[in-house]
């Protein structure tokens, strides 16, 4: 029934998409299904266990291979004669670039994290290449169309970095159990298992006094008198014992809390029982080492107890180094890694008991720290039937038809699917147009390396960023620059920015580019002498540069899926009461949790329920709602 | 480890283990494999459901491979039920599948009792005499159905369940049960031996909101002749108070307890959806009621006795700023007013199940503390039988919708819908099917679709010019995109009705794909 015109449109069209996981199955599927012929596919990712639940081109055999190719090939056994060209790569490389992208008549995103999106969003816009992206939690879904100048840009609304928290709440004053899956991911298992040369504050003291640990290198390395058991209760004694006892000699920090409580290895296990823990031999297969299973430990979902957790802690501890001893030093946590969820899980609950905060089972620590967002193939495949149906009228120039469709977990006002017109570009967004940043910063004392790891990459979001003061460079990132240049610049990273040999002041404007993405920005540099630790731990503040507020922390682990979200009930709206907060709280994962937002125009239809912006993704990373009531409101809905 | 939930591990997060429990244990019946019926399936295949039953009479022919992802060359002139079952049964192994050959409309005449064995039937591109059969049946047996249809670029899901009770809602947004204006005895012993005008400015900064409000509540009152702020004016003015109380300007427990200051204001009692509940004939138990009505009873019964006219404490509290101390220490008091309040309600439920003949422990405690935690939260969902609406539509919501702009293309479309099985019936093709005629197949469904309208009671109302050349355009395509957005919300409003968590949705969902204004109709 579709036009000819239509049909050739399709036939002719170059599609790129990006991710190959949920919603890259399903779209990967659609696609072939409604004649398309020429379909690339970018996706970095090996196929695990978890995806099988809705990624339907996976098999169980097919674990640890690549998901662009094993998504080709199931595809072509269905539609062999058309061209899926595969990609096992990190969209982000240099050869995905401008002119690559220009290739294509539309790009269909699929992706998991903000990172990407971000970057693909740039190179759509360098390549003026139209772009549909997608996301899904849970039953929630949206696809957006965005056309350089016609739309706004991915990056045009607000998007909410992931939570972070104060550096002495992780270290020294835990509150919520996710404070210690914190310490326990990023700190101590980083500090184990990490790259050595790592900055790392495990060590921190409690507050100014305490040691300097300056022999903690030598705490956190196995003697060579001592074997795996001792190494083991030798770490935990010191980070659970030792370390909480220095924290517990500064009482000025304990004068309005509950002191932590020491927790040394003999108290909770007796020596026998750790010795218990031999039988491992009965599962070799590298893959599958775990302590749960040596421990015959069954459930994820029940709470250990503390002697659990330690005898789970020790265990883990020992099989990485007996079984995976190679990749020690090189590990980072990955939330499909059983042992790691172990080991943290174990770690997080151990210094839980210690601060008197409630212990958690396996199955919500993993939620939390692998920040896992949850995901079921139905909603799947809506989204990806929407996002083909988009990437038509895109192909056939439709452009007043375009829409922002969002996917409803409770029918609101008779909808389940909300369309939205899309939103004109905005006007100062710093990527879409060009808008000046400003940056509050304290010239004489942070360093350009500070500026480039926390502003450039870390909010800008850029990968190989040249940052020019005038005509002169400051710095630069790149495959084929000369050694001397290299050295200039890693010399300039150590450089207070007023120091640097174009001095940036007060008053400065730098242009921070970044050559990959073709995408360019200025910053205009204001000093400021302070800063507040706690509610800027930048040491800086960029202004102009759209991020959603911090999210509230609201650590509320729920158990299974159970979404407590505390906010007015409808008939609780009443017209005099237009600047009600909202607090929404969604489980599993800590970024998306406790935001606020205004609810701003509760008109006379009390259900009436605007969609949330979900900038969300198909799987796992960063869940990030951003909760953008306001601007939908202010523009028209369809 | 060989953790066998580990490929679940994501839904487990949606719906707990007790979700993925219903689910293998469900049996589900797919009528037609088609688009939309293998998308549907496949859906709920990767989910887990227990068991599947494939009943489709046709072979693939050279138009499946087109779109239907689940045949290939290699099943052309097979029995296409047989080969979408092996896609299917290689997708998940735990699931047991299995396929008839034969048709739906076949079985749906000669074997109604073939149905009985299912938890659930989802019966895709019936046509409209099929639909009604199946309902009676369904209903007959009590098994749960769910309508899917694509067409062209429309398309309509539609459950048909004669009761559906939910204890497990999971609403978008709920004010929590703090009971602020309320409080119990323990709450308000609690709030009373903190002082609000502590000098220690560290101590000061972590009282907790709750205890701020409680108290501040109780001092509004003895001002104010014991009544809480009801006017615009009095609510800014309670909100100047907590201002006033502030030791400095950036005491985050005192910005909370202003912003959760409506809180404060919320009406005690219970609301009008619950009452809605309890004054359901069905709370009035006998032997044949079910849990849910049990539990309602001896919710109805607490509310007029222990309640006070409240439901059963939830019991958590939100996250706020508090000295650990005082934050655990809330948090046992709620619990302990929850768990106490629970204790009641079994008790009531043992009761209440001994006078109707039952065992009193044939309700596990795990639902009824389930259901005391969503006593705020219960809904009833009921769907009136296929026939009914087709004969006797509601007229006044059929003329709400035809003129009203956001629905007369959705309802256009569902008449349409109605309108293009006639005319199969008439002239043994949908309008379109093949090439030539096309206008011909244009006057004639809109003749259809006006003596519709006109049996249906809506004289004078018409449908666009735009809206039937459209329809007949689609030529009762079965188009891959549309169906898989037809299976998804089908296979996603299954998982609604097994798992009983979430809402499902009223009414009948029709699919726009054009705009994707996609309208949930209710017509009667």
Redesign the interface.
Known sequence: ??SEEQLSAIKRAKVLMVGAGGIGC?LL??L???GFQDIHIIDMDTIE??????Q?LF?QYHVGQSKAKVARDAVL??K?NISITPYHANVKESRFNVDFFKEFDVVLNGLDNLDARRHVNRLCLAADVPLVESGTT??LGQVTVHLKGKTECYECQPKPAPKTYPVCTITSTP??FVHCIVWAKDLLFAKLFGDKNQENDLNVRSSDTGNPSEHSEDLFECRKDEDIEQYGRRVYDHVFGHNIEVALSNEETW????KPRPIYCKDVLHLKMTKENGDTEKDCATG?V?A??SLSLKN??DVWSLAENSRVFLEALRLFFSKRGKEIGNLTFDKDD?LAVEFVTAAANIRASS??IPLHSL?EA??IAGN???????????????I??EA?KVLKKDNN?Y?M?YCL???SR????M?VEPYEPNKSCYVCSETPLSLEVNTRHSKLRDFVEKIVKGKLGMNFPVIMQGASILYEVGEDLEDDMVAIYAANLEKALSELPSPVTSGTVLTVEDLQQEFSCSVNIKHREEFEEEKEPDGMVLSGWVEAPAD?????PN???????????S??IQE??KD??????S??TENVT?K?RKLSEVDESRNQ?KPEKLDIDD?DDELVISDDWESLTKKKR? | ???P?????????????Q?QAALEKASICLLNCG?TGS?TL??LV???VGSITIVDGSKVEFGD?????M???SSLGHSKAKCVCSFLQ???DAVKAKFIEESPEALIDTNPSFFSQFTLVVATQLVEDSMVKLDRICRQENVMLIFARSY?LTGLVRISVKEHTVIES???????DLRLNNPWPELRGFAEAIDLNVQ?P??HK?IPYVVILVKMVDEWKTSHGGTLPST?EE?REFKELLKSRMAAMDEENYKEAI?AS?KVF?PQGI??DLQQILNDSCADIGTGSSDFWVMVAALKEFIANEGGGEVPLEG?I??MTS???HY?NLQRIYQAKSEADYLVIEERVRNILKKIGRDPHSIPKATIKSFCKNARKLKVCRYCPIEDEYNNPSLAELQKYLTDED?SIAVGFYILLRAVDRYAANFNHFP?QFDGGLDEDISRLKTTALSLLNDLGCTGLTLTEDLINEMC???A?E???????I???A??EV?KLITKQ??P???T?V?N??????????LY
């Open positions: 029934m579709a399903e599927k659609t072939a299904l409604s266990v978890s995806n099988l639940n809705r339907f098999r056994r269905f062999p849970g039953f509150s919520k004068k309005n809390r509950n599958d775990s749960m299973s994820p979902q059983q601060f008197g199955f993993k939620g896992i967002v949850h995901a079921v193939a139905t909603t799947n495949a809506i989204i990806g039937g929407l083909v149906i038509i038809s829409r469709t977990e409770h029918p008779k909808l389940l699917l369309p509230k922390d609201n650590n509320k158990g299974n899926g159970e979404s407590t979200s505390n906010a007015l009930p008939e609780e005099d009461e009600v907060e909202i607090q929404e709280t489980e599993g406790g606020k329920k799987e369809v | 480890m060989a953790e939930k580990t490929k679940y591990d994501r839904q487990l997060r949606i719906w707990g283990e979700g688009p998308e496949k859906n990767l989910g887990g491979l087109g779109n239907n992802f045949v290939d060359d290689e997708l998940n062209g999971k609403p978008d947004h709920f004010l929590d220690d560290v101590a972590h615009r609510k912003d409506f919320a609301s009008s958590s939100p996250d000295s650990t101390e655990v629905y379109g355009r689609f030529g395509a188009l891959h995109a549309v169906a898989s957005v299976g998804g919300i296979s996603q998982i979430f809402v949705m009223s009414g969902f699919f794909a054009i705009d994707h204004k996609s309208q949930l109709l209710t």
